[in-house]
């Protein structure tokens, strides 16, 4: 398999991790948990365990829309695998970031269309009271994926102006371009 098949594979193997550390997460808290309440302390009063069933989408937004829901997580996904086959050059780094975004992406998607609704639990509190909506594994990778999407961005920038650099400098290699793609 050549480089730029095995940078595209990075992207699946990044989905599924994501997708199954959700999946178990989510499991484990409805196997064990009861609805809202009793809370499992993690950081006392500050970060605890609570199941919560989310209806809509992020910060309950779209509450009950579950059919549109699931056609825009579903539309989300295929559109992040058919952009990263389309792409001419990959970075694993850009690999990367579009497997979190497309592994919570579907983690959250499978709860919904099982469900009917998304399995929530990292209660992030202040003096034991809930001050931030409470999210999932999925929901966290959706932000990783978005982080090293944009770290991704930022590098690729600063590449580019390097490389206009050294050509205004008649072609002089710079001692701080890097030649690496991110």
Not at 61 to 69: A, V
């Amino acid at each position: 398999m050549e480089k730029s098949g095995l940078k595209l594979a990075t992207l699946f193997v990044y989905a599924m991790i994501a997708i199954a550390l959700d999946q178990a997460l989510k499991f484990w808290v409805v196997a064990n948990m009861m609805l809202h309440t009793p809370s499992i302390p993690l950081i006392p009063k500050y970060f605890a365990l609570t199941y919560t069933q989310n209806f809509g989408s992020a910060w309950s937004m779209l509450w009950g829309q579950r059919l549109l829901l699931i056609g825009i997580a579903s539309a989300v996904a295929l559109g992040i695998i058919i952009y990263a086959i389309r792409l001419a050059e990959r970075s694993w780094l850009q690999m990367a970031g579009l497997g979190f975004l497309l592994g919570g992406a579907v983690g959250n998607l499978m709860d919904r269309a099982r469900l009917g609704y998304v399995v929530d639990m990292f209660d992030v509190q202040n003096n034991g009271v809930n001050v931030f909506p409470i999210f999932n594994v999925a929901d966290m990778c959706i932000d990783i994926g978005v982080g090293l999407l944009l770290l991704f961005t930022f590098l690729l920038g600063r590449k580019e102006k390097a490389e206009a650099l050294r050509l205004e400098q008649g072609g002089k290699v710079l001692p701080f371009a890097d030649k690496r793609t991110p």
